[in-house]
C-alpha cells in the first residue's frame, strides 16, 4: 500500500510539472526585455525576425527569438543572451568572449563558431567542423566533445 501511495504521489507530481511546462506564447519584439532588443539592434540588425515567443517552463522564464534565416536566440528573464545558434553562418565576434574566440583561432583556425550557450556553470561552443568545446566560467577548457 505504501508503494502505491508513493507512486501515486510521483504520477501526480510529474503531471501537475507536466502541465505548468510548455506554456509558450508569441510576442512581439518590443516586448522583449530592454537588454534582449539592444542585444539584437546591435548584433542582429539586419536580419529580419520570423517570430518570438514567451517561454514559461516550471521554474524559468526564458525568450526565444528566431531570424528568417533559421538563426535562433534565446534570453533569460532579464534580457541577457542564453544561446545563439547561427545554424547557416557564424556568431557574430562581439558575442562570443575574447578568451575563447582566441582558443579556437589558435586551436582550430580552420573553424569558425556556429553556436555558443552560456549558464551558470559554463560556455558552450560548437565549431563548423562538428566539435562541441566546453569551458568553465574562467575561460578554461574543461571538456571536448565530437
Known sequence: MKKLMILSAILMVFGIT???ADNDKPIAVTQLPQKAQQFIKTHFSKEKVAFAKLERDFLETTYE???TNSTKLEFQKDGNWKE???KYSTVPTGIVPAQI???VTQN???TKIVK???DKRDYEVKLTNG???TFDLKFNLIDIDD
Do not use: S
Request: aromatic share 14%; charged share 25%.
Open 101 to 103: 574566440a582566441q582558443y
Open 131 to 133: 566539435l562541441e568545446l
Open 65 to 67: 527569438v528566431v531570424f
Open 108 to 110: 582550430y583556425p580552420d
Open 116 to 118: 555558443i550557450d552560456r
Open 18 to 20: 507536466t502541465a505548468c
Open 84 to 86: 545563439v545558434d547561427c
